[in-house]
């Protein structure tokens, strides 16, 4: 016979997550690694610059200034919670690109230019995807706002019913 106690720690939990905080989790750990990969883009913009041909017709200067841009942006939303859902979109065309740029056998020194292993940004795609599905939980600014707008809404059908 299984211990109680066995059965109270694996079934107990089974059903009781804490789905809240481990969002919260992956949002900090998630936005906080986008961040530092934004921020040592800028350090060494100088010598990104030199390497990459840029996107789009856009001069490599004004393109990584864009991809910088994107990246702290949309890292700070997803670590407020702050239209996260909205974030993760250009951060995750930004991750298929940069999986593009890496996994091109080209031999360029512009393949280096994220400053990632080739395993990373595929590694945060399917992060956001699944932040995609998930939502940002609770503990979120997002929460807060649809709280007090649900919140506008009662008061509103309230007020209608008087």
């Excluded at 913009?45 to 001069?59: K, N, P, Q, Y």
């Excluded at 807060?144 to 007020?159: F, H, Q, S, T, Y």
């Amino acid at each position: 016979m299984v211990s109680t106690k066995v059965k109270q720690l694996f079934l107990y939990s089974a059903g009781h997550t804490y789905s809240n905080l481990s969002r919260l989790f992956l949002r900090l750990f998630t936005g906080v690694m986008f961040l530092q990969f934004g921020l040592r883009q800028i350090m060494h913009f100088d010598e990104i610059a030199h390497v990459f041909s840029g996107f789009c017709g856009l001069s490599p200067e004004v393109s990584i200034a864009i991809i910088v841009a994107v990246e702290l942006l949309c890292a700070t939303c997803i670590i407020l919670g702050l239209f996260m859902r909205i974030a993760l979109i250009p951060s995750l065309a930004l991750m298929v690109y940069v999986t593009f740029l890496l996994m091109t056998p080209s031999g360029d020194p512009a393949d280096q230019i994220f400053i990632f292993k080739p395993g990373y940004p595929i590694m945060f795609c399917g992060i956001f995807i699944y932040m995609l599905l998930a939502g940002p939980g609770k503990i979120s600014v997002d929460y807060v706002i649809a709280a007090l707008l649900d919140r506008d809404k009662e008061d509103d059908e309230v007020l209608d019913k008087a």
